[in-house]
């Protein structure tokens, strides 16, 4: 038997001063792009924002329905649209923040399982790193080099037969 040991490095910026011009815009559209959310039910409203290999900023956010699992995470619903919309462009950085009505929030948001899976694939697919930064309301600020850092163990095409 052996035992393996998986660990994630970030960075965390206390302030937002800390990052870069270009990181700070990047999290200022995912902010904005929260405040657009389709949150009818659960009134957690999130926004992502993709900064392509291009330069171009694609946004997008949660859209809910009544019958939930009808409805999609801002980070796949941004990736989605990114990749229809600029095919074969690769993802360079994402951005991620969440409003909570009730109570601000002060800690970064993760993405879900699926959402990490997406994304995954898009840096899978194009065999380059995409950065994540992850903010709040307000608070710490979180960066990790990659997707990979988000989902170590992911599922990719070479687990696939060949055709």
């Given at each position: 038997m052996k035992t393996k040991s998986i660990t994630t490095t970030f960075t965390i910026y206390e302030k937002e001063s800390e990052l870069?011009?270009?990181?700070?815009?990047?999290?200022?559209?995912?902010?904005?792009?929260?405040?657009?959310?389709?949150a009818k039910y659960s009134k957690f409203q999130v926004g992502a924002?993709?900064?392509l290999a291009n330069g171009e900023i694609v946004t997008g956010n949660n859209q809910e329905n009544a019958v939930y699992p009808a409805g999609l995470c801002a980070e796949r619903t941004t990736a989605f649209y990114a990749s229809s919309r600029f095919p074969g462009v690769p993802f360079k950085k994402i951005a991620i923040s969440a409003i909570n009505p009730t109570e601000a929030l002060t800690?970064?948001?993760?993405?879900?399982?699926s959402c990490r899976q997406v994304?995954?694939?898009y840096e899978n697919r194009f065999n380059s790193p995409i950065k994540v930064i992850l903010g709040a309301?307000?608070?710490?600020?979180?960066?990790?080099?990659?997707?990979?850092?988000?989902?170590?163990?992911?599922?990719?095409?070479?687990?696939?037969?060949?055709?």
């Open positions: 870069l011009k270009e990181d700070r815009q990047l999290l200022e559209s995912a902010r904005e792009a929260a405040t657009r959310a389709y924002a993709i900064l800690s970064p948001v993760v993405p879900c399982g994304l995954s694939e309301q307000s608070g710490d600020i979180w960066e990790l080099a990659s997707v990979a850092d988000l989902l170590p163990l992911g599922f990719h095409a070479g687990f696939l037969p060949e055709k």
